[in-house]
C-alpha cells in the first residue's frame, strides 16, 4: 500500500532535483503525450519545474 509518507518521500525527492536541476521529462515516441502537453500549453523549463514543485500529496489521493 502506497501511504502519505512515501508519497510525501517522492515528493521531497522530486523538488530536490528540480532545485538541483536534475530531472528531465521524457518525450520519446513512447512518451508522446508528455510531448503533446509540454507543446500544447508551451511549458519551458522554468514553468515544468514550478509544475512539479507545486505538487502536494493531496494531488496523488482521492
Known amino acids: 500500500m502506497i501511504t502519505k509518507e512515501i508519497i510525501e518521500y517522492v515528493l521531497i525527492r522530486a523538488y530536490n ?3 538541483n536541476n536534475q530531472f ?3 518525450r520519446n515516441e513512447n512518451r508522446e503525450e508528455n510531448e503533446i ?3 500544447r500549453y508551451n511549458l519551458t523549463k522554468s514553468r515544468q519545474v514550478n509544475m512539479i514543485k507545486s505538487l502536494v500529496y493531496t494531488d496523488f489521493c482521492k
Open 17 to 19: 532535483c528540480c532545485n
Open 24 to 26: 528531465i521529462i521524457s
Open 37 to 39: 502537453f509540454i507543446k
